[in-house]
């Protein structure tokens, strides 16, 4: 492939990419009540050049949600406010997956009527959640009971159902950054003594089993799971990440798992092997990689064969046009830090294409 590998056009598994510049998932806190709103239609449908969107986070459940202003799609009305944003997508050419979210331990409760967060084990981290009233140090949460692990993963199959019904071309389940999945999956947050804990077959149930129920609904094809493996956001810690990880990565081959997104740094120090490679030989479905890439980083990486694509997230915040600007060597905006969470169109759907239209 050439230099200019980011600029081809990939089709695999059924799907068509126009091109290999992806769009990584970001919240940006601008919901309305949860909902999707106009606003979000405005700032997503500036984004269809992408070869593929993934949405911000968004909870399948009033218990997953974790951050004021994210949205959900657990409600009709949700999912609604959804298809505005898919419909708004699609007439501009792009492509849009919905990225389905569980917080866990990541919460407080003041966002469950003073309940306690949910999590696979009592531990608490050192953090904070973003509640109405300000940020809040984390709590211990309460260690779910078997029977609420099962309504949790139908929970991400009714909301896979309801993406479907907003006209999202397919999933992603956010397995990464320390939000349930990965409480589930690293031994750091993850201290039970039944099938979902203890060896890694049972620290990685819970994934496969939601990754399985999303698949029930979207096909293996048109769903994407994402890892970060060794990252410590959130207080996540695993005793032995390459064993967890590539364990996970044989289990989503096995499943015909089309997608995975994988958070590695695009350079690691040289006393660390990067994972990437090592799940590149086991995948065979489409491989993106995240995190720090440049044009050049990511145009590399795909030609070396590394990954299919690669999906870009603080580029995009200030660049609505990156495959154009991309492509025409127009230099980058730059996201002001302080309107990436929250608030109005200042900051979200001002940063005008390079032609300023
Ligand atoms: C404002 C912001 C919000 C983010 N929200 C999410 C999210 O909802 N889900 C997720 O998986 N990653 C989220 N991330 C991580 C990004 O998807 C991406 O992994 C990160 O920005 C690194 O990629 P980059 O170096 O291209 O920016 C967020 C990042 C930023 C900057």
Redesign the pocket.
């Known amino acids: 492939m050439s230099a200019k590998a980011l600029k081809q056009s990939l089709q695999k598994g059924g799907l068509n990419f126009k091109n290999r510049v992806f769009m ?5 806190s601008r919901a309305s009540e949860q909902k999707p709103n106009d606003l979000m239609v405005e700032y997503y449908s500036q984004r269809a050049s992408a070869g593929l969107i993934f949405t ?2 968004s909870q399948v459940s009033p218990q997953g949600v974790g951050y004021i202003f994210t949205p959900g799609i657990h409600t009709e009305e949700q999912a609604r406010g959804w298809k505005k944003v898919t419909q708004a997508v699609h007439e501009r050419g792009g492509q849009i997956f919905l ?1 389905l979210w569980h917080v866990g331990r990541v919460s407080h409760p003041d966002f469950h009527g003073g309940k306690l967060p949910v999590a696979p084990s009592a531990l608490a981290f050192k953090g904070q959640a973003y509640t109405t009233s300000g940020p809040k140090d984390v709590v211990t949460p309460r260690a779910l009971e078997i029977s609420e692990i099962k309504s949790i993963v139908s929970d991400f199959k009714k909301a896979a159902q309801l993406a479907k019904q907003s006209g999202f071309d397919g999933v992603e389940v ?1 397995g ?2 320390g939000y349930l999945p990965a409480q589930f999956l690293e031994d750091g947050s993850n201290v039970r003594t039944d099938e979902y804990g203890g060896n890694l077959e049972n620290r990685a149930r819970f994934l496969l089993e939601v990754t399985g129920a999303v698949m029930e609904v979207w096909g293996p094809e048109r769903v994407s799971v ?1 890892l970060s493996p060794r990252n410590p956001l959130n207080g996540m810690s695993d005793s032995n990440p390459e064993e967890t990880y590539l364990h996970l990565v044989r289990e989503l081959e096995k499943m015909k798992l089309g997608i995975l997104h994988v ?1 590695e740094p695009s350079t690691l120090p040289n006393a660390i092997a990067p994972l990437a490679p090592k799940m590149r030989e086991i995948f065979s479905g489409l491989l993106i990689l ?4 440049s044009q050049q980083t990511a145009d590399e990486t795909i030609a070396k064969g590394l990954a299919d694509a690669i999906s ?4 995009f915040i200030a660049n609505p046009d990156l495959p154009e600007r991309f492509e025409k060597g127009i230099p980058l905006a730059t996201p002001d830090r302080a309107t ?2 929250g608030g109005t169109a200042k900051g979200y759907t001002d940063y005008p294409k390079a032609g300023g239209l």
Do not use: D, S
């Open positions: 990584a998932p970001m919240t940006r911000e986070a990225q956010h990464a950054n994402r958070l995240n995190l720090g890439y870009f997230g603080t580029h990436m969470y």
